[in-house]
T-cell receptor
Framework: AQSVTQLDSHVSVSEGTPVLLRCNYS??????LFWYVQHPNKGLQLLLK??????LVKGINGFEAEFKKSETSFHLTKPSAHMSDAAEYFC????????????FGAGTTVTVRA | GAVVSQHPSWVICKSGTSVKIECRSL??????MFWYRQFPKQSLMLMAT?????????EQGVEKDKFLINHASLTLSTLTVTSAHPEDSSFYIC???????????????FGPGTRLLVL
């Protein structure tokens, strides 16, 4: 079965500084990996996805993530944080072992300081 | 594209009543939709997979008679919480899988969620 571990439950950054959200995955097959963002009392918005194409994936709002198979990691980065980036971020994995159902990480809360 | 809506966005009901939540794919047809539950400051928990024209598949520990799912068309799935109790209060989120040549690993797009409060 596949699983995801988000290494930080809470990340606090200053506006204009880089953001790094760490995610490690476990999968016995070729995984698809996703990052979703959830603002308070809202649904989830897809930031980016990896599905066995380019290992460096660019998403919306300046976010990008790099798939590293040797490290089983899929860390999310953004060079310059904006106040609107304050939200909950979920790293998600799916593979054929579970009919491609999504397995969610516990989430990382991002706080942006002015 | 790939917009999913939910209705209502929030609902308050009395204990013992039933509540229906709708999930619609607005600009695509979804043969498969999913229902999740999210407790405060926690991750999403998959409740069931809703397949158009067939019975839903429930995850272990989810009562199928408590949470009735109907996927009557390619754009609509409904979740009915029957005889709701305060412990059913939660944030319910649906998602729809965007079809792409029949491959099952397509991306899921999420609705905005429905907050249910049972008094």
């Amino acid at each position: 079965a596949q699983s995801v571990t988000q290494l930080d439950s809470h990340v606090s950054v200053s506006e204009g500084t880089p953001v790094l959200l760490r995610c490690n995955y476990s999968s016995s097959y070729s995984p698809s990996l996703f990052w979703y963002v959830q603002h308070p009392n809202k649904g989830l918005q897809l930031l980016l996805k990896y599905t066995s194409a380019a290992t460096l994936v660019k998403g919306i709002n300046g976010f990008e993530a790099e798939f590293k198979k040797s490290e089983t990691s899929f860390h999310l980065t953004k060079p310059s944080a904006h106040m609107s980036d304050a939200a909950e971020y979920f790293c998600v994995v799916s593979d054929r072992s579970n009919d491609y159902k999504l397995s969610f990480g516990a989430g990382t809360t991002v706080t942006v300081r002015a | 594209g790939a917009v999913v809506s939910q209705h209502p966005s929030w609902v308050i009901c009395k204990s013992g009543t039933s509540v229906k939540i709708e999930c619609r794919s607005l600009d695509f047809q979804a043969t498969t939709m999913f229902w999740y539950r999210q407790f405060p400051k926690q991750s999403l928990m998959l409740m069931a997979t809703s397949n158009e024209g067939s019975k839903a598949t429930y995850e272990q520990g989810v009562e199928k008679d408590k949470f009735l799912i109907n996927h009557a068309s390619l754009t609509l799935s409904t979740l009915t919480v029957t005889s709701a109790h305060p412990e059913d209060s939660s944030f319910y989120i649906c998602s729809a899988r965007v079809p792409s040549g029949g491959a099952v690993q397509e991306t899921q797009y999420f609705g905005p969620g429905t907050r249910l409060l049972v008094l």
